[in-house]
């Protein structure tokens, strides 16, 4: 029996990466990771929800306690031209400063994600680690979409990671240096998880 020849896959650096993006759709929105471009499915409103909540009481507490630092959403991650990353977080903390006509960063502070099924598992963990090396990133955030939970990833003083889970809608996310910034709850403002939602009622019909 022939031997088949196996193929591996090209792997693309960030220079790579932007070639190739000139080749796609501008409506497209596609991520490298690990060296692999990987399109991202068109988000849902609940998630759209949750990141502009997010940004809108990250800068608020910036705004006071941070002005040097501002978050944005979905803003693009290049560390170096040859990295094999551009991921796509859907709220970035960068430098205030920053040249605006720019459509990336290579300095973060705090990034928050808001994972689809498709991006937990490996893609997930890859970009933690990702996120986790790049020493001026202070933490990072994962907001689960189907249920109300949120994971936080902090550095401490130490340089050493530590986790923590929120599960409940009064939990408070407060971060070292920035201090309380909302509840769980405020997430998930005006999506299907909102917990101020009041549960609709049953018609007579129903019961």
């Known amino acids: 029996m022939a031997d088949r020849a196996i193929r591996e896959p090209v792997l693309f650096d960030v220079a790579d990466f932007r070639e190739f993006l000139e080749t796609r759709p501008s409506e497209e929105r596609w991520e490298l990771i690990e060296g692999l471009p990987m ?29 040097e ?11 170096s031209p040859d990295s094999p990353y551009r991921p796509e977080p859907g709220v970035t903390v960068i430098d205030t400063d920053i040249d605006t006509e720019r459509n990336f960063t290579d300095r973060f502070h705090l990034v928050m994600e808001v994972p689809s099924a498709s991006d937990r598992g490996r893609i997930l963990a890859s ?26 990833h902090e550095r401490d003083a130490a340089d050493l990671w530590a986790v923590r889970v929120l599960r409940s809608a009064g939990d408070v996310i407060e971060f070292a240096g920035l201090g309380l910034i909302c509840t769980v709850g405020d997430l998930y403002e005006n999506t299907h998880l909102d917990p101020r939602r009041a549960a609709p009622t049953r018609s007579s019909q129903d019961r």
């Open 39 to 67: 399109q991202s499915a068109a988000p849902r409103i609940g998630h759209q929800r949750i990141a502009s909540n997010f940004e809108r009481h990250l800068n608020a507490a910036l705004r006071s306690r941070r002005p």
């Open 69 to 79: 630092w501002h978050a944005d959403r979905e803003i693009g991650i290049e560390v």
């Open 127 to 152: 970009k933690l680690r990702f996120y986790r090396d790049h020493p001026p990133n202070r933490c990072i955030v994962i907001v689960d979409q189907d249920a109300v939970a949120v994971t936080i």
